[in-house]
């Protein structure tokens, strides 16, 4: 807190620049908010991975698989719902943001965006997004 009365904002997220070093099986880990949907889940071992508490933040540990496509897509087996799109998927090591959550199926495997391959999009340049070399020690 400053002192104005005003809170400080923490440091931004270091979002990966380059690809991490052996990719398959890193341990990540994605925060978010998963949500009940009975629709388009299996409600039996919903229940049981999430003990019935859902729209809360959580910490969904994991590992990255292997992806048919992975210059497009970072699949990884953190346990996500609905209400997980668009949370942050991070390597455990370094803390840097691989990716973000965009979908997932169960029993299939989870999808995400992998963040490294946009550093050259000029619409994410012109943003001013804070990529970081995820070897790099702070």
């Not at 973000?100 to 963040?115: I, S, T």
Request: with cysteine; proline share 10%.
């Amino acid at each position: 807190v400053t002192g104005t009365g005003e809170a400080s904002l923490p440091p931004p997220l270091r979002i990966a620049g380059v690809e991490p070093d052996d990719l398959v099986g890193r341990p990540v880990y994605v925060v978010g908010y998963p949500a009940w949907d009975g629709r388009r889940n299996e409600p039996e071992p919903m229940r049981r991975i999430f003990m019935d508490v859902y729209n809360v933040k959580r910490l969904q540990p994991g590992v990255t698989v292997e992806s048919q496509t992975p210059e497009t897509v970072l699949r990884h087996d953190c346990s996500t719902l609905g209400g997980n799109s668009g949370s942050p998927v991070f390597d455990l090591a370094s803390h840097t943001v691989v990716g973000l959550h965009f979908g997932g199926r169960y029993g299939v495997g989870n999808y995400a965006v992998p963040l490294w391959r946009l550093i050259d999009d000029p619409l994410v340049s012109s943003a001013g997004l804070n990529f970081a070399d995820p070897t790099a020690s702070d």
